[in-house]
């Protein structure tokens, strides 16, 4: 595709459900990011790939947060047992592996949990 | 470790005065820095690189590696300016992989 896309744009859950979050890095992107943005914050890291595999996992929030990616491309965030403080918008970036390359944005995942 | 930190959250000014915001990095060896904007229900976009000594719609943005800081300037601030801004380091990690960081952004607010 032209660039990073991501599905659903919008979920709405109750507490308590599970939720998958997708991300389509832009085609040949070896390094893939998830992000948080919560109401008026800035971003929270939350996980990095580089390729399929995560070295840095830091930013998941809790053991209720979990991701992967199959193939070197397509990303699945997934949060289980969904709770009201987990309503954010969850961003997705791709770049090549390289230093002066920027990253490209997904548009992002608006979750609301009520 | 690699952190970026942008030390204010919000930075108000009245259209027409000069803009600075703030971008102090941490990075052993010799990192690569951004500056991403986020306007209103927009994507997040590179604002721009410091490798090109572009400037991008009025901005510029210095490299300092003595005081480890990339900070964005404006002279004259415009209503359009007004943005979530994001300053972001690329960097080798240990492992040979190259990974990039933001900071927690900081929104600018132009008074007419």
């Known amino acids: 595709g032209a660039g990073v896309s991501q599905s659903p744009s919008n979920k709405v859950t109750e507490k308590g459900k599970d939720v998958e979050l997708r991300c389509d890095p832009i085609s040949g992107h070896t390094a893939l990011y998830w992000y948080r943005q919560s109401l008026g914050q800035g971003l929270e890291f939350l996980i990095y790939?580089?390729?399929?595999?995560?070295?840095?996992k830091s930013g998941l929030p809790s053991d209720r947060f979990s991701a992967e990616r199959t193939g070197g491309s397509v990303s699945t965030l997934t949060i289980q047992r969904t709770q009201q403080e987990d309503s954010a918008v969850y961003l997705c970036a791709s770049s090549l592996d390289s230093l002066y390359t920027e990253a490209f944005f997904g548009q992002g995942t608006r979750l609301t949990v009520v | 470790a690699q952190r970026v930190t942008q030390p204010e959250k919000l930075l108000s000014v009245f259209k027409g005065a000069p803009v600075e915001l703030k971008c102090n990095y941490s990075?052993?060896?010799?990192?690569?820095l951004f500056w991403y904007v986020q306007y209103s229900r927009q994507r997040l976009q590179l604002l721009l690189r410091h490798i090109s000594r572009e400037s991008i719609k009025g901005f510029t943005a210095d490299l300092n590696k003595g005081e480890t800081s990339f900070h964005l300037k404006k002279p004259f601030a415009q209503e359009e300016d007004s943005a979530m801004y994001y300053c972001?380091?690329?960097?080798?990690?240990?492992?040979?992989?190259?990974?990039?960081?933001f900071g927690t952004g900081t929104k600018l607010q132009v008074i007419p």
């Open positions: 972001a380091l690329s960097g080798l990690r240990s492992g040979g992989y190259q990974k990039v960081t």
């Open positions: 990075y052993s060896g010799s990192p690569e």
């Open positions: 790939f580089q390729g399929n595999s995560a070295p840095d």
